[in-house]
């Protein structure tokens, strides 16, 4: 079905930016790239299966309860530009063994079977699931923007169940609090100054580009232009491998990530403002939610 990050989409977000630590500001692990609040809204491939499949566990249990059938789904697997980092940050191990991801993406995305096609025309059996709008739950965000969700649905109860019960809401405010820091590191003369060095630097090596995110948009330009041919789409690996590489090694040079480390501690200060006990609290169900599903089924 969706897992804990789909699950807000399913919810039906509207107008989220996409983005993605304590509340004086974020701190990024060793070796870690910077992402906005320390990456608490961020998890990892492991953390998204485990998440993921606990989750799964929990909807057919409800489902159960109510007398229907439901079928744990799988986890999409593939998709390597999930993990990216949301300002374009690169390291140059990154860049040798997966390039941008695009092409292996575009090589190796498998969506997982749906296991329930059978209920589709259920109409019972999808309120269930997804809950009806005699029970819909409005919630505002920050910047005028807002969620849904059905409160009657076993996808609810399974979130709530995992995650705790304001997770969702905590969840998509640091969502749109994540894209409005990335928005404004970028916007600041210090990370504009670093990005001046990298677009010297591409330059100097023959590769023409004003943003970080523009070697990116190429190399998805070539392989939309490559159509559903496999064949054609793995030619290009090549020049991807290359075009990262010189894009992290010009990132290294222009001191792109300590800028960005920098700049962004003092804006999250700022977007933050006094919402520090709601990012603790974030944090709290994050590491409870993630303990929850490392336990074996019936631990208790």
Known sequence: MKTRITLALAAVLLGLGAAGCSSSGGTTPPGA????????????????LALHNAEEGLVASCMRDRGFE?????????????DANPYGL???DQAANDGFGVINTALNLKQAADPNQDHAADQAWKSALSGTEAHRVTVDLPD??????????CLIQADTTLYGPDYLRLYNTFQVLSGKVVAAVQADGRYTAAEG?????????HQSATHLADPVAVIDQRVKQDGSDPAKTHELIGGELSLAKTS??????????????QVQGD?????????????????????????RADRPTGTP
């Open 90 to 92: 690169l390291s140059g």
């Open 70 to 82: 439901y079928r744990p789904q799988g986890l999409a697997t593939g998709d390597h530009r999930v």
């Open 197 to 205: 060095r990298w677009r010297d630097c591409m330059s100097a090596a």
């Open 33 to 48: 790239q910077p992402r906005p609040f320390g990456g608490v809204t961020h998890y990892d491939e492991p953390q998204r």
């Open 144 to 153: 005028h923007q807002q969620f849904f969700y059905n409160s009657d649905s």
């Open 248 to 261: 992290a090694r010009c990132q290294e040079q222009a001191g792109l990530a300590t800028a960005v480390t």
């Open 267 to 291: 804006v999250e200060k700022t977007v933050l403002g006094g919402d520090g006990p709601l990012l603790d609290q974030l944090r709290g169900l994050r590491q409870q939610a993630l303990s």
